[in-house]
């Protein structure tokens, strides 16, 4: 089997690292990342400039073949996907900090997988609650190889992805969830330079309803969040309301 790891923290985080290391039990892992933190990119390609895809030994990686791209966590994927062969599976993560609910849309990690996925690859995004003063991203890798194998064993339905989030913790067990409403409340700081020139920063709290069933939910009461999440953006249930737009 050919597990292609990619991230958004950058080919550094400790995070990666621990994916791949982990992930070596199923078969050949070869780990694409960006040379620095893509953070909250989403899904955004490089279709303007070229792309430097460069294999690196100072990273850590040991035995596992680690390259960096100039580029966005999709851009790895992609990449990755073309120039070392299709995967038999695309991981992304573990992840710095939860990614659900909302966050889905602009997340970088996810974006990953998201990718893998329209390619028609299965694919999963790890993320990991980053509250607490250790990050646990060992015992998060234990569960990423059973779920990743069981992926590879079941596969996935056609345009769908799983999204997981483990709470930084032994867990208690898995829950299959649904997106919460997890977000965001964006507001916008205003600071001065030392010439009097204003700035902005965009800073933003964290909310969600503690709703039972959610991913929020699961890893606020110790478990690990499974969430399967569609490409197919279609709100089928409005098409036929929507539908008198049309006649009329």
């Known amino acids: 089997m050919r597990i292609l790891v990619a991230n958004d923290d950058g080919i550094f985080s400790p995070g990666i690292k ?14 694409v ?3 620095v933190e893509q953070s909250g990119v989403g899904h955004s390609i490089t279709f303007r400039r070229p792309l430097r895809f460069k294999h690196t030994a100072s990273a850590g990686f040991g035995e596992v ?33 939860v990614n659900m609910g909302l ?3 602009h997340s970088g990690t996810v974006a990953a997988a998201l990718e893998g996925a ?18 646990r991203f060992e015992e998060a890798a234990k569960h990423a190889l059973r779920i990743s194998r069981w992926v590879l064993q079941n596969g996935l339905p ?3 992805l799983l999204n997981v989030n483990f709470p930084n913790r ?9 997106l919460s409403t997890h977000r965001y409340e964006d507001s916008v700081v205003e600071r001065h330079d030392p010439d009097g020139r204003p700035y902005y920063w965009v800073a933003g709290k964290p909310t969600a309803e503690l709703q039972e069933g959610t991913d929020f939910w699961a890893v606020q ?21 929507l539908g008198s737009l049309a006649e009329g």
């Open 18 to 31: 621990a994916l791949a290391f982990a992930l070596r039990e199923l078969g050949e892992v070869n780990v």
């Open 33 to 35: 990342a960006p040379d």
């Open 65 to 97: 073949p680690a390259y960096r791209v100039d580029g966005t966590p999709a851009d790895c994927v992609v990449l990755g996907s073309n120039l070392l062969g299709r995967p038999d599976l695309v991981v992304s993560g573990i992840n710095i900090g």
């Open 103 to 105: 966050d889905l849309t």
């Open 118 to 135: 329209s390619l028609g690859i299965p694919s999963i995004a790890f993320s990991l609650d980053a509250s607490g003063e250790e990050l």
């Open 158 to 160: 056609p345009k769908t």
């Open 170 to 178: 032994p867990p208690r067990g898995i829950r299959i969830t649904k």
């Open 221 to 241: 009461h110790g478990f690990v969040s499974v969430t399967p999440v569609s490409l197919d953006y279609t709100a089928y249930g409005f098409l036929e309301q």
